[in-house]
């Protein structure tokens, strides 16, 4: 079974500052997908950005990048110019390379804080 | 485009009471999910759904959880007889998936937060 792993509980950064956060994985499958969720105070999960393991090149979405080393099986996601918005619960995710839906795995989440 | 939409958005119980949750995805997904969320962990799917029919329901606790997704479009969760470790948000999500290869994106409601006293 895979597993998803991020080891820091809570990350704080300065508003328009830069901050990774890290995410390890355990699959021996060679193709799957992988994601970073937002969950705000209000609880909806918010996809972030999301990455193809085939693919080399590393996904971006405006602010949000990510950092895909597929033989460490490590996915870091790094947000600049950091906004009192971005403060909020993130989860990385996994989902194996299945025809048709597949669940996600998720790990234990890291709480960002955004200082003014 | 609406989003999912669950209610209630937070519900209290003693326990051996039952308790139901309901969940209505993005119209046309034919893809549902129910997670359960206790405190300070992520997300862990309970069941999924395609159509109206069970894909995988491996960490259901089908002595006190059952789930239907009648006519293929809303979906229910119960759980009956309830216990104080099923305190958690319950999530539903949606996505198109039509048995397609390549990224299929969960969109997820606002979920329910469940108190078991």
């Known amino acids: 079974a895979q597993t998803v792993t991020q080891s820091q509980p809570e990350m704080s950064v300065q508003e328009a500052e830069t901050v990774t956060l890290s995410c390890t994985y355990d699959?021996?499958?060679?193709?799957?997908?992988l994601f970073w969720y937002k969950q705000p105070p209000s609880r909806q999960m918010i996809l972030v950005i999301r990455?193809?393991?085939?693919?080399?090149q590393n996904a971006t979405e405006n602010r949000f990048s990510v950092n895909f080393q597929k033989a460490a099986k490590s996915f870091s996601l790094k947000i600049s110019d950091s906004q009192l918005g971005d403060a909020a619960m993130y989860f990385c995710?996994?989902?194996?390379?299945?025809?048709?839906?597949?669940?996600?795995?998720f790990g234990q989440g890291t709480r960002l804080t955004i200082n003014p | 485009e609406a989003g999912v939409a669950q209610s209630p958005r937070y519900k209290i119980i003693e326990k051996r009471q039952s308790v139901a949750f309901w969940c209505n995805p993005i119209?046309?997904?034919?893809?549902l999910y129910w997670y359960q969320q206790i405190l300070g962990q992520g997300p862990k799917l309970l069941i999924q759904?395609?159509?109206?029919?069970?894909?995988?329901d491996s960490q259901l606790p089908k002595d006190r959880f059952s789930a239907e997704r009648l006519k293929g479009v809303d979906s229910t969760l119960k759980i009956q007889p309830a216990k104080l470790e099923d305190s958690a948000v319950y999530l539903c999500?949606?996505?198109?998936?039509?048995?397609?290869?390549?990224?299929?994106?969960?969109?997820f409601g606002p979920g329910t937060r469940l108190t078991v006293l």
């Open positions: 990455q193809e393991a085939y693919k080399q």
């Open positions: 699959t021996s499958e060679s193709d799957y997908y």
């Open positions: 999500a949606s996505s198109f998936s039509l048995a397609a290869l390549g990224t299929d994106t969960q969109y």
């Open positions: 119209s046309g997904h034919a893809t």
């Open positions: 995710a996994y989902r194996s390379y299945g025809q048709g839906a597949q669940k996600l795995v």
């Open positions: 759904f395609q159509n109206n029919g069970v894909v995988d």
